[in-house]
């Protein structure tokens, strides 16, 4: 029917394709398939970026087949990445009963178990069953919580309370027409230290010289398993006690002390990741400059909400739905410190035009192999009601395909998040795009009686 020397998972995704514009129902169709089929549909589509498609027909394949461990791995994953982390903790657990030694359920309740006991139990088993790289970080996870016990980890000294911080441009090696997101703070020494709010790394970064003046413990060696530069990001692991940032402070802070130069880009001490303040919903202003933490107690008030959408997360990197063209959406990674939208090279979407060649320099943060990238391309970017048009460039992304699982279409950077405040809710898994319009007088706030806040058409 579909012609001969194709593989099978070409002739399942045909046969989908097919369901999907059949008048017949599509769930009398997929009955019709094995549960193997149904798996190797699913793999299909989550390996060509669509997660949100491949869950369904994992949970299909799980429906013929109850006890068919790739297909519980691979389902919990897609919703540990949707922010469900209990429903994903329950299908680790699943795929532990049937295959006590499964690597990928390990690893997974290693990260999302509800206690500190059942991490710890599934870290120890990985780290005796891997090898390789996979090993090395299990044992160095170990040595970590051990060294943080079951206490939560930058945890808020007083949560119910907002905070706001103004922010500042370094003024060194900044791209034109950016403003870099840096937090100036106090150290009890009396000095002054400089550290970048990223919204692509996970818990915080110093160097040595930072990490001393702020009392951090330094344990062991360690390494940062999302940059692989080389091999893995070595450095050493240590401990802030009592971490103060202004008015807010943070209890059992665990920092990567990075094995590197004097200082950071644009010559600061340390990156902290937006992440590390997930007691809050994060407003990080990029063209007011301030970074407003709001408690999850206040609401989002009507005019506001409607600039949320669902998100994705795998390791440190957020994803957001981006619409190129109007057949599909794809899941770009959002960085606050990338300068530019850039594509992932080699996977252009539909509908993207180039406009020029060669080499380009944007500031590619760590997410590019490269800092030089390839080519200039026109494109209209969606991402629920925010909308841009500009010009993008190109460049692998080995490790943010690495975490992730399939390659990622691109990255929206500051030409994309300059006309917004991007505020990013952790605990449900949301992101807001708001024009700077709506968020006036402020989101941090709940309106007075009789006021009212002016908006901003979408896309405007």
Known sequence: MFGRGKSPVFLLAMSLAWILVSPLPAQVLLDS?????LEKLGEARYESGKPDLALPLYAKALEKDPARVPSLVAAARILESGFQRDQAVVLFRRALAIDPKNLEALSGLSRTAP???????????????????????????????EALGDRPTFETVDPARSYSFQLEDPGRDVPPGMTVPVLTIDTPDGHKLKLLIATAIEGIWLRKSAAKALGARILFPSAYPWVAQGDLLDGDFGIIDRLHLGEL?????????????????????????????????????????????????????????????????????L???????????????????????????????????????????PLTGW??????????????????????????????????????????????????????????????????????????????????????????????
């Open 367 to 460: 997410l590019c192999s490269s800092a030089r990238t390839l080519g200039v391309f026109r494109l209209k970017a969606t991402v629920g009601p925010a909308t841009w048009k500009g010009e993008a460039t190109s460049c692998k992304m080995p490790d943010l395909n690495r975490a992730v699982g399939f390659p990622v279409a691109g990255i929206l950077g500051y030409s994309f998040l300059s006309g917004y405040t991007l505020v990013l809710d952790y605990r449900h898994g949301r992101a807001g795009f708001l024009p700077q319009a709506a968020r006036r007088p402020g989101l941090h706030r709940t309106p007075n009686p009789g006021e009212t806040w002016p908006t901003t058409p979408s896309g405007q």
């Open 319 to 361: 994803l957001a739905p981006v619409q190129i063209n109007p057949e599909q959406a794809s899941y770009f990674a959002v960085s606050n410190i990338t300068s530019e939208v850039i594509l992932q090279m080699g996977k252009l979407p539909a509908g993207v035009k180039q406009t020029g060649g060669g080499l380009t320099y």
């Open 33 to 37: 398939y094995t549960a193997e089929q």
């Open 115 to 145: 206690t500190w006991q059942e991490r710890r139990s599934a870290t120890q088993n990985l780290a005796a069953a891997g090898r390789g790289a996979q090993a090395r970080l299990a044992r160095l996870q170990l040595r970590q919580m």
């Open 249 to 317: 402070t943070l209890l059992n802070c665990p920092v990567f002390v990075r094995h590197a130069s004097r200082s950071y880009m644009y010559g600061v001490d340390g990156i902290i990741g937006a992440e590390v303040f997930k007691d809050f919903r994060v407003e990080l202003g990029n063209s007011a400059a301030d970074l407003v933490l709001v408690p999850h107690a206040q609401e989002d008030p009507v005019e506001t909400s409607r600039y949320f959408l669902g998100i994705r997360r795998y390791g440190p990197f």
